[in-house]
């Protein structure tokens, strides 16, 4: 709140001036005629001070002691309300001599404030389709694309947009841009558009998670939270329960040999480092086995 004080003639000049400071609300201007006041203060003014001299002359002329006191005290209070009087009127001489204006300046609490919209719809053509339905049945294994439209509807300009789907492993950089750019400052009122291109599975869920940060113009952050409101795309996935095909079949039969492999291949890198012990029980069988086989001599005791 500043209070103004602008000589009469630069009073319209100084109004307009100061409505350019910011975003004009209300305006008052009234004019007070003070001269009633002013007259009726000069006649107390005059009495009081008429009052005050009379009782100078009384204190000049005391003798005793009591009534010096007294008239000391009524002087004093006297003399107090003499200069009350007189202050009045250097203030209403003061509101005639400079007109007075009260500024008011407010700053607006910043609401930013983020619409997230996701649609789709069926196949793939680089998002060109997007904004899609808000509402798709797709049979299993189908393309479809998820479009997302994010839009400022706070009076905040918004950054670090950050928008994910965790449900598919998807962040901001696995997403076509449609429209708008992600990486700049979102402006109150604009949107960006994105796309993701993925394929049906009745396992995935869908819901994005969306992000950013409020800035001031000079893109400095500001201690405000910002409101994400969400609206769901409804994905129906319509399962597979046709029998196999060939080529599923083929599919089926590759995938089991690759396992099989697999399997072979990490048990043999396991046993590897075991060959050796067979190796060294065979030898050591044989070594035992040729030993045996040799003829021993037997010395026969002496005749006597």
């Known amino acids: 709140v500043l209070t103004i004080k602008v000589p009469p003639e630069n009073f319209s000049a100084a109004l307009e001036r100061l409505a350019g400071i910011g975003s004009l609300r209300t305006q008052d201007v009234r004019a007070d005629d003070v001269t009633e006041r002013v007259v009726d ?80 719809f069926v ?39 950050d928008v ?59 201690r405000a939270s910002v409101e994400v409101e969400r609206e769901r795309v409804t994905i129906e996935v319509v399962e597979d329960t046709s029998l196999p095909g060939f080529t599923d079949a083929v599919a089926t039969a590759w995938d089991g040999l690759q396992r099989v492999v697999g399997v072979v291949v990490f048990a043999a890198g396991i046993a590897v480092p075991f060959l050796w012990v067979p190796v060294l029980l065979g030898l050591g069988f044989w070594l035992a086995h040729h030993r045996r086989g040799e003829p021993v001599a037997i010395e026969a005791p002496a005749a006597d």
């Open 123 to 161: 196949g793939h053509d680089d998002g060109a389709s997007c904004p899609g339905l808000d509402r798709t049945t797709v049979d299993e294994g189908t393309a479809y694309t998820l479009c997302y439209e994010v839009r400022n509807v706070g009076d905040t300009r918004l950054a670090d947009l």
């Open 164 to 222: 994910r789907e965790p449900g598919l492993g998807a962040d901001l950089g696995d997403m076509l841009v449609v429209e708008g750019d992600p990486a700049a400052p979102i402006e109150p009122g604009d949107r960006v558009v994105l796309g993701l291109e993925t394929t049906a599975d009745p396992a995935t869920w869908i819901g994005p998670e969306v992000s950013a940060r409020a800035v001031d113009a000079n893109g400095a952050p500001l």
């Open 41 to 120: 203060l000069e006649s107390q003014i005059r009495t009081a001070a008429a009052s005050v001299e009379r009782l100078r002359s009384f204190l000049d002329t005391a003798a005793d002691l009591e009534d010096l006191a007294a008239l000391e005290a009524e002087l004093l209070q006297r003399e107090t309300d003499l200069e009350i009087l007189r202050g009045r009127l250097r203030t209403l001489e003061d509101q005639v001599a400079l007109a007075t204006i009260v500024l008011v300046l407010t700053e607006a609490t910043p609401e930013p404030g983020l619409e997230v919209l996701q649609t789709a």
